[in-house]
């Protein structure tokens, strides 16, 4: 809730949007550095989106709404929800409020947090940018 507050507190309107355009559920500008990697299995894909990932039967997806969906993949089921775009950390560049959810397929380990989606370029795939209000400032 801090993190939300923070971040509504800072929001303000963008001077650049590479994001503009980009439809949430599209999963192939999704870069795969968004989801849970406990074995770190990625790394042998390198920059990849999830919709390859799919391609290649390595992880699901099930579009929930216009601005929710749902990855399973390395046995973690991620839920990710947009809630608003905006300039929230400061750097003039649009980005993605998004509430992530992530539990064990299966099992009862899981949380919730708040992330920033964005990209700096539309050549580049969507992927966590870092908050500037997190403890290691």
Do not use: M
């Not at 309107?13 to 500008?29: A, C, H, N």
């Not at 074995?39 to 929710?68: I, P």
């Not at 998004?98 to 949380?111: E, F, H, I, N, Q």
């Amino acid at each position: 809730l801090d993190k939300l507050l923070i971040a509504l507190l800072n929001i303000k309107r963008p001077k650049f949007s590479p994001v503009e355009g980009f439809v949430f559920t599209d999963i192939y500008q999704i870069s795969s550095s968004i989801l849970i990697d406990p074995d770190e299995s990625l790394k042998q894909y390198g920059e990849c989106s999830v919709g390859w990932l799919v391609e290649n039967n390595l992880a699901k997806v099930e579009v929930l709404s216009e601005n929710k969906i749902r990855i399973v993949y390395e046995g973690f089921e991620h839920y990710l929800i947009e809630q608003f775009r905006g300039d929230v950390n400061g750097d003039e560049i649009e980005d993605i409020f998004v509430l992530c959810s992530y539990k064990a397929v299966g099992g009862t380990l899981g949380w919730t947090c708040p992330n920033i989606f964005g990209r700096y370029a539309k050549s580049e795939l969507v992927h966590i940018v870092a908050n500037p209000w997190t403890a290691n400032n």
